[in-house]
């Protein structure tokens, strides 16, 4: 493997972080404290092609790699969590499934709005009672001639109540039974689809996260993605790359409350110098730096993989479990370097020690992913 950055890679980490202490830093901890999710900002990252990074030219989007997806997102995670999690959400969930489950027609249709970021996408899959047990879900599609009938709520769905389309995973079969998941395409004008409670969240607060409500919500069987009870294992498949998405969310993160602690280390004086100087700080230094290298090699390694078709269920779960964990590890660290200060909004690693903890949880908990890993390395 080639651990150098591509000249592309180059241009866009540049492009992306001019363009992050533009338009999001100045404003950031506005809208974490108002908990606003910045619409324009997004049309805006639409026309950079930062909505569309892995969709195809054919279909209006960039056309890029998972290399460089991993470039985009942990660069704006750097400045920002929210945004970083939203740009993430957004490129590997609604718009990935569409992208590879969609017919062509259904990519014709939603792909080019989503990709220049005209629409926003959500995506539904868990639940209030069935968050890693998703065979149990109570939202159902009942099938009526050439409808389906949807009833019933998803939780924690980024972007549920500003998300011009969402993609939908319904209950089609018996509970817990084989094969008993279906995937819909969902426009916001649906009569009978309309978003519920916003979440009050720790962090990500910028990100916005709200319940789905579905009340005899009727759409024609054109908006089903592929086979009736194929849903799961294509949210299976999704999620693969949503790891490896969560995995450079968590990576930026670090990275930023890394680089806060090198610089205020190097500043901050004690006893007539600077605590870099302390061995104390400067360990806690060299761990985090050593924590984000181990990283950054298992989400390429999974990036990788996920770009040559090579089944990667178990790297990209190790990317986004370590990588997860040593982001809330590095951020805690930061907090304490910073001392006192780090403590209070006006330096911001309390921003990065909030929002890290998600990453431990979204997409798949922790323990999930290593039960994802452990399954695999035992069943060989």
Known sequence: MD?????????????????????????????????????????KMGELGLMGV????????????????VTVISEIAKVCGSIGLSVAAHNSLCTGHILYFGSEEQKKKYLPKLASGEWIGAWGLTEANTGSDAGNMRCTATRDGD??????????????????????????GEPRAKNNVTAFIVERSTPGFSAGKKENKLGMRASETTELVFDNCRIS??????????GFKQAMKV???????????????????????????KERQQFDQPIANFQAIAFKLADMATKIEGAELLIYQAADMK??????????????YYASEISVQ????????????????????????????LCTIGEGTSEIQKLVISRDILSQ
Do not use: C
Not at 307 to 320: Q, Y
């Open 330 to 357: 590095i951020a805690t660290d930061a907090v304490q370097v910073f001392g006192g200060y780090g403590y209070t909004k006006d330096f911001p690693v309390e921003k990065y020690y909030r929002d890290s903890k």
């Open 239 to 265: 999620l693969d790359g949503g790891r490896i998405s969560i995995a450079a969310l968590s990576l930026g993160i670090a990275k930023g409350a890394y680089e806060a602690s090198v610089k205020y280390a």
């Open 147 to 172: 409808d389906w009938i949807l009833n019933g709520t998803k939780n924690w769905i980024t972007h549920g109540k500003t998300g011009s389309v969402a993609v939908v995973l319904a209950r089609t």
């Open 221 to 230: 069987d054109t908006q089903r993605m592929g086979e009736i009870g194929d």
């Open 54 to 69: 892995l969709v195809p030219a054919e279909y209006g989007g960039s056309g890029l790699s998972y290399f460089e997806y």
């Open 307 to 320: 770009n040559r078709g090579v089944k990667m269920t178990k790297e990209s779960a190790m990317a986004k």
């Open 3 to 43: 651990f150098n950055f591509t000249e592309t890679q180059t241009q866009i980490a540049e492009m992306v972080r001019d363009f992050a202490n533009k338009h999001i830093r100045p404003s950031m901890m506005e809208w974490d404290e108002s908990q606003t999710f910045p619409v324009e900002l997004f049309h």
